[in-house]
């Protein structure tokens, strides 16, 4: 059969997808080989190589701290896969893992680097690849915690006719996850997604520019570029690494998320079509590029063969209440390890710290804990009706979703210097005007997580409402309100811990040689870290963590329960 030229040269020559794609592994490939260069020189070598506030080396620094993110991001991903699911599908697990999430959300990253910063550099041999691993884990842990949140949300409130529906057509436990869970989950999963890159960014100078006690190291990354940048008072260093950091989070924009939100449509709980699909141009290169077909062909027929290799449950009712011996046995092992765990940290504080020491941190802890609350009562008010407004509007939210991004991975670090010099020009009080930079990167969560769950309301519910005449505070009430709120409780769940978190850098400002101090719990941990002082440091680690499990506990997971049980989908 005699094929014309033009069918010839479309079956075999590439296309401009084809090069679109090859351009893209190529130069992941090159930032990878180059990233990994350094990596098996000694951690001395560092100190030859100055952080530059050329604006000549931020293409590399940019590189560097892409490619970091990158890595913590997948590390996250498989991280919410495993624990998130054994938390959701084991009621005896959640009962540990869950609370360990509220304590591993609530540890400062600054915490986390004090604690294993040591152990990565000696596993290294001191070597430069133990500070790179030690930055990764430390973003790992600013990503990971949002990520499995939301991950645990969704699988709690998959429809039961979705499950049901598997079963019925013979897919085991791990077909049922791939082909039910993690698509039901998908849509909300991409926005926490963005949200964890952008807290990356937000905590990128106490990741990559490391400092306890008397160990300090400055990774090539745009995070001891900004760092440098403020030690030296230069504000046209600032607004390079702003501008770098833009261009950034675009690419990652239209390379990474924008493709996912627009696949992610097909997975839309409703039957019907969005009114205004979103469209990614990075998505049908993956779509149409024979090389990308060609990379993920063998990765796709190998999760094709797991979903045959162990058979289907048979059909019959599972038991939803475990034994209650067993029950008995486990929640009395959880005790004991609790106990355990609060004997350990308490004789080692009274060993080493005097009682007044630690009354003098919880006091800290409870001034902290009611700027949080306070913070993230006004940014609900704030952005739930906003993320509801944008959600509904999917090409408003593709405009407003790189913006999003941006601001939400704004360093506090950036705004000291307009801070500092309004609180010393006005003689304001650090106390009250440094607080709200607690909450500048973590208001953000709620935003996403709204403007998720407000994308996916089915679209008869919203004809339904229109039909019936519903407007006003009534469809607020009766429609949007309760549509959004199991995702606005993971936004804010995680708002709140990050909030926490975000306290080791927002109550302690600095430029140049100038420094405020807020009174709370954050600055007595970025103080006792700069210091060396690994007491103080599980001290104020230790307090922080009971604030935030009893908050959590006390507050938050009933109405995380609440949400559960009146406003899942079915």
């Known amino acids: 059969m005699f094929l014309p030229p033009i069918s010839i040269a479309r079956r075999y020559l590439p296309s401009r997808w084809d090069v679109l794609a090859a351009l893209l592994v190529l130069g992941l490939i090159v930032v990878v080989a180059d990233a990994s260069e350094l990596l098996r020189q000694p951690l001395t ?33 498989i991280f919410t896969f495993t624990y998130a699911t054994l938390a959701a599908k084991s009621a005896r697990a959640g009962a ?7 304590i591993l959300q609530s540890v400062p990253i600054l915490g986390f680097i004090s604690i294993t ?132 989070i675009l690419i990652y924009d239209q390379l990474m998320f924008r493709p996912l939100v627009a696949w992610a449509e097909r997975f839309r709980f409703d039957e019907q079509q969005s009114e205004d699909p979103p469209e990614s141009w990075a998505l049908t290169m993956f779509r149409r590029s024979r090389l990308i077909h ?21 059909l019959i009712r599972e038991r939803t209440i475990p034994p209650r011996a067993a029950d ?12 355990i765990a609060v004997w350990r940290i308490g004789a080692f504080i009274h060993r080493n710290i005097r009682l007044e020491e630690v009354l003098h941190a919880a006091e ?5 804990m009611l700027r949080v609350l306070v913070l993230i009562g006004i940014a609900s008010a704030i952005w739930v009706p906003v993320g509801i407004y944008v959600g509904l509007r999917p090409r408003l939210a593709r405009t407003v979703q790189p913006v999003a991004q941006f601001l939400a991975a704004f360093p506090a670090n950036l705004l000291f210097p307009l801070v500092i010099s309004a609180i010393a020009i006005w003689d304001l009080n650090p106390d009250i005007w440094l607080s709200p930079l607690m909450v500048l990167g973590t208001q953000w969560y709620i935003l996403f997580n709204v403007v998720a769950g407000a994308s996916l309301l089915p679209l008869e519910l919203r ?70 002082n690994f007491h103080r440091i599980v001290l104020g680690i230790a307090v922080m963590s009971i604030f935030v499990t009893l908050v959590n506990r006390l507050f938050w997971r009933r109405l995380y329960d609440y949400a559960e049980r009146r406003y899942r989908l079915a």
């Open 96 to 102: 540990l893992l869950i609370p360990l999430l509220d």
């Open 328 to 339: 008995l046995i486990w929640y009395g092992f959880l005790a004991l390890l609790g106990a």
């Open 364 to 368: 800290l802890g409870f001034i902290t």
């Open 294 to 314: 060609a990379i993920s062909a063998p990765f796709t027929t190998l999760m094709q063969r797991t979903y045959r290799m162990a058979p289907p449950r048979p």
């Open 117 to 248: 910063v040591v152990f990565f550099l000696s596993i290294a041999h001191q070597r430069i690849l133990g500070a790179e691993l030690a930055a990764v884990f430390a973003i790992f842990t600013s990503q990971a915690w949002n990520m499995a949140f939301s991950f645990y949300q969704s699988l709690r409130t998959v429809p039961e006719e979705l499950e049901e529906a598997g079963r019925l057509f013979g897919l085991n436990a791990w077909a049922r996850f791939w082909r039910i869970e993690v698509p039901f989950a998908m849509p909300q999963l991409i926005w926490n997604m963005m949200m964890s890159m952008s807290g990356g960014w937000f905590f990128v100078v106490a990741a990559e520019a490391i400092s306890v006690g008397h160990t300090t190291i400055a990774l090539p990354g745009i995070g001891s570029y900004i760092a440098a940048a403020l030690a030296a008072r230069d504000l046209t260093a600032i607004w390079w690494a702003i501008g770098t950091m833009l261009v950034v």
């Open 45 to 77: 070598s560092l100190a030859h190589r100055h952080i530059s506030l050329s604006p000549g080396h931020l293409p590399e620094y940019a590189m560097r701290t892409a490619l970091r993110m990158l890595i913590a991001m997948g590390l996250s991903l």
């Open 463 to 532: 004809d339904v409402s229109t039909n019936l005449g519903i407007r006003g505070w009534l469809w607020w009430r009766k429609v949007a309100l309760p549509g959004v709120f199991p995702f606005y409780v993971t936004g804010a769940i995680t708002a709140s811990g990050g909030s926490w978190n975000a306290s080791i850098v927002a109550e302690v400002a600095s430029w140049g040689d100038r420094t405020l101090r807020a009174h709370g719990l954050g600055a007595y941990i970025a103080d006792a870290t700069a210091a060396g």
